[in-house]
């Protein structure tokens, strides 16, 4: 499994690549710009991502928008389905209006609350195929 770890926090992305990197190759973005960036290379290298998580809140590019660009992204080469990026939004805000955006207009499969939990991140994996 390849995961793309999108948060501008620093204990976050290292407490979320701890959680993966047994079960996943691991890469990291600060923001959503780069993930948007790394996520384009991936699908132009043959190589995308199996999962994402992705911080809502981030600076420069938010993770509402970033989500929307690499769904666009997928839909642009006519990925759907089974074979598009599992997306865990993963956010410390439990605010109901950006939880349904990023289901509803991002394509989220997911919704973790910080701090993540090894426990429950594991289950979402094995509940969305990406674990057996």
Avoid: W
């Amino acid at each position: 499994m390849r995961a793309l770890i999108v948060d501008d926090d620093f204990y976050s992305r290292v407490v979320l690549h701890d959680l993966l990197r047994p079960v996943a190759e691991c890469h990291i973005a600060v923001n959503g710009e780069e993930a948007v960036g790394a996520f384009k290379k991936a699908l132009e290298d043959g190589r995308p991502y199996d999962l994402v998580c992705m911080d809502l809140v981030m600076p420069e590019m938010d993770g509402q928008e970033a989500l929307q660009e690499m769904r666009a992204l997928e839909d642009e080469r006519g990925i759907d389905g089974v074979e598009r990026s599992i997306v865990f939004v993963v956010s410390m805000v439990e605010d109901n209006r950006e939880t349904n955006e990023a289901f509803f207009l991002g394509g989220a499969d997911s919704f973790l609350v910080k701090p993540i939990e090894a426990v429950r991140l594991m289950a979402e994996l094995k509940e969305h195929g990406l674990l057996d």
